[in-house]
């Protein structure tokens, strides 16, 4: 699977929209940008994914480049319960389906 | 309804020891997943069963540990003579079906596995 990179950490004022990029340069064709979360003491909640076109759903926003190299997941209006690690993931949409979580970006929303 | 559930939510065993963690997955989910995460770490993936069957085991550890799935339902990991650094979260996700469209995997709480 492709590696990705993220920054570890970000802040954002709460209501202001929070933009978390992520690059994934070695991204073959058939493989997925998949983006999930990580409340402090929960386990990993799923938010959205996305193979070429951009994609929204209930939770954010996902752009995804034109060479797909990079994506930034938006988060409209942020509120002090997305507060949370971000993991960018990319991933073959195949048997098992493994997710291979990096470091994520601990984005911090401040009041 | 009901989500990912996982037992015991805490364990605190003496070195050398053996643990069994236990994982319900969401009814009807026909893959599973364990991963576990370590203070500070991102996830570590350590097997996948497909049924009852585990095509995937390269991600357990040592020997030491094991995992099986009965009835296509509940999973069992455990991990025989633990030691220090067994300590960790080790959380379970389910899937519906591997490469349709089922993207997400839910996570359960995890269980926190403390090590003396």
């Known amino acids: 699977d492709a590696k990705t990179t993220q920054p570890p950490s970000m802040d954002c004022a709460e209501g202001r929209a929070a933009n978390l990029p992520c690059n994934h340069s070695t991204i073959s064709g058939n493989e997925y940008v998949y983006w999930y979360r990580q409340i402090h003491s929960q386990g990993p909640q799923y938010i959205i994914h996305?193979?070429?076109n951009n994609e929204t759903n209930e939770m954010a926003s996902l752009i995804i480049t034109e060479d797909r190299k990079s994506s930034t997941l938006i988060l409209p209006h942020a509120t002090l319960r997305d507060t949370a690690v971000y993991y960018c993931?990319?991933?073959?949409?195949?048997?098992?389906?493994?997710?291979?979580f990096g470091g994520g970006t601990r984005l911090m929303v401040k009041p | 309804g009901a989500g990912v559930s996982q037992s015991p939510s805490n364990k605190v065993t003496e070195k050398g020891k053996d643990v069994e963690l236990r994982c319900d997955p969401i009814s009807g989910h026909t893959a599973l997943y364990w991963y576990r995460q370590s203070l500070g770490q991102g996830l570590e993936f350590l097997i996948y069963?497909?049924?009852?069957?585990?095509?995937?085991k390269s991600g357990l550890p040592s020997d030491r540990f094991s995992a099986e799935r009965t009835g296509g339902s509940v999973s069992t990991l455990t991990i025989q003579r633990t030691q220090q650094e067994d300590s960790a979260v080790y959380l379970c996700?389910?899937?519906?079906?591997?490469?349709?469209?089922?993207?997400?995997?839910?996570f359960g709480p995890g269980t926190r596995l403390t090590v003396t």
């Open positions: 996700a389910s899937s519906l079906l591997p490469g349709r469209r089922s993207y997400e995997q839910y």
């Open positions: 996305g193979l070429k």
């Open positions: 993931i990319v991933s073959l949409r195949n048997a098992g389906n493994m997710l291979t």
């Open positions: 069963f497909q049924g009852n069957s585990a095509p995937d």
